[in-house]
Nanobody, 125 residues
Framework: QIQVVESGGGLVQVGDSLTLSCTTS????????MGWFRQAPGQDREFVAL????????NIADSVKGRFTIFRDDARHTAYLQMNNLKPEDTAVYYC??????????????????WGQGTQVTVSS
C-alpha cells in the first residue's frame, strides 16, 4: 500500500521557521519527483516547491522564493520543506505529493499521482 504522510505543521508566529517532512512507503522513492502544494481557506491549491530525484533540480514558487527551501533524503524516503520568515499569508494546509516522473519539473497538481492528507500551518500575527 502506497502512503504519503506529512508532518511538522503547527501554529507559529510571524517570522518563525518551520520544517515540514514528507515520508513515503510502498513506492520507489528515488523514482519520483516530490512536490509541496498548499491550500488556504477559500482558495485553490497552489504549487509551492518541487525537488526531482537525487536533488538534481528544485523549483520554488515566486511567492515563497528566498524563504522556503526544498530538499530530499532518498535513503530515508523523505522530502522536506524548510520554511523561514513565515508570514500570515503562508497559513494553509500543506500537501506533499509524488510525481512518477523522476526528473519532472511540472508544477501542475495533475501530474502528481500520490498525495498525503495534508498538514496545517498557521502563522499568527
Amino acid at each position: 500500500q502506497i502512503q504519503v504522510v506529512e508532518s511538522g505543521g503547527g501554529l507559529v508566529q510571524v517570522g518563525d521557521s518551520l520544517t515540514l517532512s514528507c515520508t513515503t512507503s510502498g513506492l520507489v522513492f528515488g523514482f519520483y519527483t516530490m512536490g509541496w502544494f498548499r491550500q488556504a481557506p477559500g482558495q485553490d491549491r497552489e504549487f509551492v516547491a518541487l525537488v526531482t530525484s537525487r536533488n538534481a533540480t528544485t523549483n520554488i514558487a515566486d511567492s515563497v522564493k528566498g524563504r522556503f527551501t526544498i530538499f530530499r533524503d532518498d535513503a530515508r524516503h523523505t522530502a522536506y520543506l524548510q520554511m523561514n520568515n513565515l508570514k500570515p499569508e503562508d497559513t494553509a494546509v500543506y500537501y506533499c505529493a509524488a510525481n512518477p516522473k523522476m526528473y519532472s519539473t511540472s508544477t501542475s497538481s495533475a501530474d502528481y499521482s500520490r498525495w498525503g492528507q495534508g498538514t496545517q500551518v498557521t502563522v499568527s500575527s
